[in-house]
């Protein structure tokens, strides 16, 4: 509890005890917040020694689609918020661990989630494997896309599924953005309130701080993609919610457009970055400036990346910027049968490996990692101990909320 409250020290007051209800759903949403409690947990366990760009936060809902600027439909790692050079094995314990949580969610058996983590680690072990096979630049150009994803699934019930989750993903555009988080009022297209999780705020001040932002991101920005930001023009922004860890962080989103018709609109996101859950156990970040270090390690570990990626800061606040809906989509592992979860957690394991080979050594990795499962064995054995440790920290939360020590917004 001390330290999830110490993140809370530069969040939005108001915000608070929404963080803490959408934690205290489930051990599952619990550990998604808790990113810096695993930290601290991992940070004396034993490792190999062989560092990569961790993301710091590889869990199974930090994982999803996304269109590249192809306009191709990838499977990435798609949040970076902690990453920093550290211990792949860090990264592969959250992911394994956060599929044994999902898995004891969803109600199945301790066998049914045993093999679903074995799933996700296998699948890393032999993908590494493969990895060390390759060269150097067919690893940095490997990519996951839907096209690889469809046949790791045993099923035609789970590709017929995957499929479905595929159009979701690409119905998800900034024309349907506008759709959804936009209303005309007073012939002015303007982002909908929808408090607390989409509104606007009555400090003239913070606007002007958005747009002092956005105007110094440009700069980061490749001349060509630059070009193309400066024909948009800014008209309107609010303060949005968004996932569980980030709730209560200074995070924008900025409605554009390129004309008076509003048909040729840009959605654009500003998340506030803070220093790493792991940066009080590997040491200070190399970058200037934690907006920085999320887009360059981004940029390390995605196959491709957001074109509108970049990063500022502003007085004492760090951000980064990307687009808020490009084919996005992130899966719902709440629904998930026990075959399907298995399946998303190896390829969950497969794109993290892909990740990690490409700023790591994979032929080092491959060989400390071995051809048998003794490994995977071992990850899971910790990953059971990690979510009973998980489960007595949930209720920790749940009691400090019951007793009124600890405020919470619970079911939004």
């Known amino acids: 509890m001390a330290i999830l409250e110490d993140q809370n020290r530069r969040r939005f007051p108001d915000l608070i005890p929404l963080r803490w209800g959408r934690m205290v759903a489930s051990p599952f949403t619990f550990y998604r917040?808790?990113?810096?409690?695993?930290?601290?947990?991992?940070?004396?366990?034993?490792?190999?020694?062989?560092?990569?760009?961790?993301?710091?936060?590889?869990?199974?809902?930090?994982?999803?689609?996304?269109?590249?600027?192809?306009?191709?439909?990838?499977?990435?790692?798609?949040?970076?918020?902690?990453?920093?050079?550290?211990?792949?094995?860090?990264?592969?314990?959250?992911?394994?661990?956060?599929?044994?949580?999902?898995?004891?969610?969803n109600g199945f058996s301790a066998d049914e989630a045993t093999a679903a983590t074995l799933q996700s680690v296998a699948a890393y072990r032999i993908w590494m494997s493969l990895m060390a096979d390759q060269s150097q630049l067919d690893v940095w150009y490997s990519k996951i896309d839907i096209h690889s994803?469809?046949?790791?699934?045993?099923?035609?019930?789970?590709?017929?599924?995957?499929?479905?989750?595929?159009?979701?993903?690409?119905?998800?555009?900034t024309l349907q953005a506008l759709d959804k988080l936009t209303e005309v009022v007073d012939g002015h297209r303007r982002i909908a309130d929808n408090p607390p999780i989409v509104e606007h705020l009555p400090e003239l001040t913070t606007y002007h701080a958005v747009h002092m932002v956005l105007d110094r991101y440009k700069e980061t920005l490749q001349e060509d993609r630059r070009l193309l930001l400066e024909r948009f023009e800014i008209v309107d922004i609010a303060r949005k919610v968004v996932g569980v860890g980030s709730v209560g962080t200074h995070c924008w989103i900025a409605l554009c457009t390129a004309d008076r018709e509003d048909d040729d609109p840009l959605f654009l996101q500003i998340k506030e970055a803070n220093r790493s859950v792991m940066e009080p156990w590997l040491g200070t970040s190399s970058y200037a400036t934690h907006g920085e270090r999320v887009v360059v390690g981004q940029r390390l570990m995605q196959a491709a990346s957001d074109m509108f990626l970049g990063w500022t800061r502003f007085r004492e606040r760090h951000y980064y910027i990307r687009q808020l809906r490009d084919m996005k989509g992130s899966a719902v592992v709440s629904t998930m049968s026990p075959t399907l979860l298995g399946s998303y957690a190896g390829v969950c394991g497969v794109t993290l490996a892909r990740a990690h080979a490409r700023t790591g050594d994979p032929i080092a990795i491959s060989a400390y990692l071995g051809e048998n499962d003794v490994f995977d064995k071992a990850i899971v054995s910790f990953s059971k101990d990690y979510a009973d440790q998980t489960e007595r920290d949930h209720a920790e939360l749940r009691a400090a909320i019951d007793s009124g020590r600890v405020e919470a917004l619970e079911g939004i």
Request: with cysteine; charged share 25%; aromatic share 8%.
């Open 33 to 105: 917040g808790a990113a810096a409690v695993m930290a601290a947990d991992l940070a004396p366990t034993p490792v190999s020694g062989l560092d990569v760009q961790v993301c710091g936060d590889a869990h199974l809902q930090n994982f999803g689609l996304f269109a590249s600027a192809e306009r191709n439909l990838l499977f990435d790692v798609n949040d970076f918020d902690e990453t920093l050079p550290g211990p792949w094995e860090w990264d592969v314990k959250r992911l394994a661990a956060s599929v044994e949580l999902a898995a004891r969610d």
């Open 149 to 173: 994803i469809l046949p790791m699934l045993p099923s035609t019930e789970e590709q017929k599924r995957s499929l479905k989750f595929v159009e979701r993903a690409r119905r998800h555009t």
